[in-house]
């Protein structure tokens, strides 16, 4: 797969028709209706509004440009060109086929070529597209992808491990499970050793 393959910058004509926020909150009465209950008794009376401002957290990531978030770097490193690492980023995301958590860590590291970023920005990167609707595949790639195009570095790795509660509270019901993925590119794609080095730091050993 190369850089190009996914969106970072994802095309979005809907936007221009998104519904009004009492149209959001008409539309959870609708779902608690179906779902058997009364939205109007005392303790779902006010569900509606509280399920839609919880959404514009949950899906914040769709107003935020990682691009915008990677803009600005610098170059004051005194020649460091080893490899930068930023590990067990905390990641809550909704998976996109059921709109339940997807709950884990991300671990991102580049190896600069000149230019390096604040580190806080690739923990943003990582919660600018994990608050969307997503699969963990697309994701991983996305934030891998941004960093490559934005920073221009020599190599970048991304490695994310969660636990889809699509699966652990639905469906086939396992739990103590966790998927993991890796998009791996440039240096950190053919030099064996550099990656080796990553993913034992990942691990913490």
Known sequence: MNATTVSIRPDRPWSEDRPSRAEAETAVRTLIRWAGDDPDREGLIDTPSRVVRSYEEFYSGYDADPVDILARTFEETDGYDEMVMLRGIR????????????????????????????????ARVV???????QIQEKLTAQIANAIEEVLQPKGVAVVIDAQHQCMTTRGVHKTGVSMVTSRMIGAFRTDQALRREFLSLTTGQ
Do not use: T
């Open 91 to 122: 990641l809550e995301s909704h998976c996109e086929h059921h709109m339940v958590p997807i709950l884990g860590v991300a671990h991102v590291a580049y190896l600069p070529d000149r230019r390096v970023v604040g580190i806080s920005k690739l």
């Open 127 to 133: 919660e600018a597209f994990s608050r969307r609707l």
